[in-house]
Nanobody
Framework: QVQLVESGGGLVQAGGSLRLSCAASGRAFTSSAMGWFRQAPGKERDFVAVISWSGDSAFYADSVRGRFTISRDNAKNTVYLQMNSPKPEDTAVYYC?????????????????WGQGTQVTVSS
């Protein structure tokens, strides 16, 4: 079992910054790549970013590349999503998830544990 708890969501102005955190417990943190996903009202949940178990590689959705940065601190069992220059269209519930794989992977079916989500609202 893995427990994932997101924090750091809230209201942010467009062009500002916000950092999301996801604290993990249970299964060895370094046995999983970690991903962030988001779901806007009335839309499906979409991939945002993923980082490998070691932190050496990351991959981003086109919509956030260059603005968001995913990182992890394996000593703290925590993964982060730094959101710079957010836009109103980034408004969504953000979820972190633990993958069944060690390396970067996008498909949601490859993630077996999910957090409860944290709301991010970007005002214009």
């Amino acid at each position: 079992q893995v427990q994932l708890v997101e924090s750091g969501g809230g209201l942010v102005q467009a062009g500002g910054s916000l950092r999301l955190s996801c604290a993990a417990s249970g299964r060895a943190f370094t046995s999983s790549a970690m991903g962030w996903f988001r779901q806007a009202p009335g839309k499906e949940r979409d991939f945002v970013a993923v980082i490998s178990w070691s932190g050496d590689s990351a991959f981003y959705a086109d919509s956030v590349r260059g603005r968001f940065t995913i990182s992890r601190d394996n000593a703290k069992n925590t993964v982060y999503l730094q959101m710079n220059s957010p836009k109103p269209e980034d408004t969504a519930v953000y979820y972190c998830a633990a993958a069944t794989a060690l390396e970067t992977i996008v498909a949601q079916s490859e993630y077996d544990y999910w957090g409860q989500g944290t709301q991010v609202t970007v005002s214009s």
